[in-house]
Each structure stands twice: as structure tokens, then as C-alpha cells.
């Protein structure tokens, strides 16, 4: 191996997917550079502007460049860090998040071409020369949690939704066939009715794997959303994954215009709990009732939406007490 061979295929892959005019390639008026800032806005709902430029490696000038011709298309809104008031917390508009869209279908489409090139039984060699070159170029670090991105789900996701909550919580809390049975139902509702505007599904990825999941639904009650599914493998848990997709459902609750946001779990799942209260959640009622081949205490949870951070801290502190 030589630094030749790389610089050759660095030059041959960069051709494949279009790089040197990305904007062309993908119909957008978009740089590379440019639509990998949107995707990351796109996938990380919280991101601000040192996190961002740390993630991709940009020269601060380039990307506040970046970031003003977003702002000046309307693609972005910036405000101070809920965290950090010398921070810039970046989130994208409506708009914004239609271009990211956009831009991501169209990658999808053109790496599906490129793959429908590729013979069947040849792919699984390709991905397993991917992840070699991803492991010895990455210096065999472990996974980070910038690493993980949360994307909109594609065919095959809502299987993978039903056969992961089934398998873990069989393998974890001995659950039985019932649960897969209502893990299948609440994802047939959202594949046959769901309205995008309203009712939304992320699916966390680590290295081109899903590792973790959360639906938002439209609830019975007027102004409700409620939290479905949420699961983060056990190989990827300690990343913030399950606090990142909470994080997105409750900011899309409230762009979307819900009151509240309720959820339903057991009293079993104490992980789940600590990432629901830091979010302000509070625990409202609680029931014993024997379901999936286990004795269970059932919680109902709440989040008030119009809530102020310091009232929603205080009441979930006296609730956790």
C-alpha cells in the first residue's frame, strides 16, 4: 500500500458519487461541504456552532460563511445555547429541513443506483470492504457519539422496529409473544395512517446500523402527541442516543404545536425513566397489571410543552423525590 493507491482511489471515488460538482450531481444548489452541514443539522436537532464545526473539521469562517447564506435563504434560525449562553444554537426552519429532505432522498437514490450495479451475491463483500477500510482508517477508536446520526425511517425500518423491541425485551425482561403482538400493531397504524406533519419516526444509526429508535403519534387526547418504541441496542448504549431521540420527538411535538406529549411504560425500565425526567417529563399515575408473562407496574408520563425549563425542572425534581 502506498500513499499512491489512496491518492488513486480517493480520485475514483470522488468521481463516483459526483463530488467535485456535488450541486449538479444532486439537482441543488448546494456545495458538498454545504449539504453536509444541512445533513448534520438535519440529524442532530441540538447542534450548535462549536459542536458543528468540531464534528466536520471546518474552518470557522468557512462555516459561519455557510451558515449566514442558510440563514439568508431562510434554511436556518440561530438563537443562544439552552445550555451555554456564549454558544450559538443552530436549528434548521421548516424550509430547511425540506431541503435536507430533498438533498437526502436524492443520495439515497443515487447510491441505490449505484448499488443496483453491484450483483447481489457480490454486496456483502463490498460492505465487509467498507467497514475494513472504516476500521483501519479510523484508527480503531471507539464509536463516539457524534458518530450517530437519527434519521426519517425507509422500507425495512418498521420490520426492524417490531423484530428489535421483541427480541431485547424477551432477551431482557422475559416478555412473551403479546408484546411483540402490540410492538406490531402500534407500527402497522403508523405505516397505514400517519401524517407527516403531525405523527413522526426516528431511527438512530451508528456506522450504516440501526441502534435505536422512537415513533411520536397522535394521541386520543386533544393537543397530545405520545412517545412509542423508544430502544438503543445494548452495544450502543452510553452514547446519548436515547436522550438524542427524545430530544428530537419532544422539539417536533412542539413545532408541531402539541400541548403535551404522554407516554406509557413500566416501572422496570429505570433507564428509560432517568432520560424521560431529564426532559421534564413527570410521572402521573402508576397501576400494577400482569402483561406480556410479567407481574408490571404501568406509569403514565407527562411533558407540558408550555412549560418554562425552570418549571418543568422544578416539577420533575419533586416528582422524581
Known amino acids: 500500500m502506498t500513499v499512491q493507491d489512496i491518492r488513486s482511489f480517493n480520485r475514483f471515488y470522488t468521481n463516483v458519487i459526483g463530488a467535485l460538482d456535488y450541486g449538479r450531481h444532486m439537482y441543488a444548489p448546494y456545495t458538498l461541504t454545504e449539504s453536509r452541514v444541512l445533513y448534520e443539522l438535519a440529524h442532530a436537532p441540538r447542534t450548535d456552532a462549536a459542536d458543528l464545526r468540531a464534528q ?4 470557522a469562517g468557512y462555516l ?20 451555554d449562553p456564549r454558544r450559538r444554537r443552530i436549528t434548521l426552519t ?8 430533498l438533498l437526502d432522498e436524492r443520495a439515497r437514490e443515487t447510491v441505490g443506483s449505484l448499488l443496483d450495479t453491484v450483483r447481489a451475491e457480490d454486496r456483502p463483500r463490498l460492505a465487509e470492504a467498507l467497514r475494513t477500510v472504516r476500521t483501519l482508517l479510523g484508527d480503531g477508536r471507539a464509536p463516539r457519539p ?5 434519521r426519517e425511517p425507509t422500507p425495512g425500518d418498521l420490520g426492524w422496529i417490531v423484530e428489535r423491541n421483541a427480541a431485547l425485551y ?9 408484546y411483540e403482538g402490540l410492538v406490531a400493531r402500534i407500527v402497522a397504524d403508523y405505516g397505514e395512517d400517519h401524517d407527516p406533519r403531525l405523527d413522526r419516526t426516528w431511527i438512530a444509526e451508528l456506522d450504516g446500523r440501526r441502534v435505536g429508535c422512537v415513533m411520536c403519534v397522535r394521541d386520543d387526547a386533544p393537543g397530545a402527541a405520545r412517545l412509542r418504541l423508544l430502544l438503543v441496542e445494548p452495544d450502543a448504549r452510553g452514547l446519548g442516543i436515547g436522550d438524542r431521540l427524545v430530544g428530537a420527538l419532544v422539539d417536533f411535538a412542539r413545532e408541531a404545536g402539541y400541548r403535551e406529549v404522554l407516554l406509557w411504560t413500566n416501572d422496570i425500565l429505570g433507564a428509560a425513566r432517568r432520560i424521560y425526567q431529564r426532559h421534564g417529563f413527570v410521572l402521573v399515575a402508576e397501576k400494577p397489571h400482569r402483561s406480556f408473562g410479567q407481574d408490571l407496574t404501568g406509569q403514565d408520563w407527562r411533558l407540558d410543552l408550555h412549560a418554562t425549563p425552570e418549571r418543568r425542572r422544578g416539577v420533575a425534581g419533586g416528582g422524581a423525590g
Open 64 to 83: 459561519s460563511r455557510i451558515l449566514n447564506k442558510f440563514e439568508e435563504d431562510g434554511l436556518v434560525e440561530r438563537g443562544p445555547s439552552e445550555t
Open 56 to 59: 466536520l473539521h471546518l474552518d
Open 170 to 178: 424477551a432477551a431482557e425482561y422475559g416478555f412473551d409473544l403479546e
Open 146 to 150: 457524534e458518530d450517530v446520526v437519527l
Open 94 to 101: 421548516s424550509p430547511g429541513r425540506e431541503a435536507a429532505a
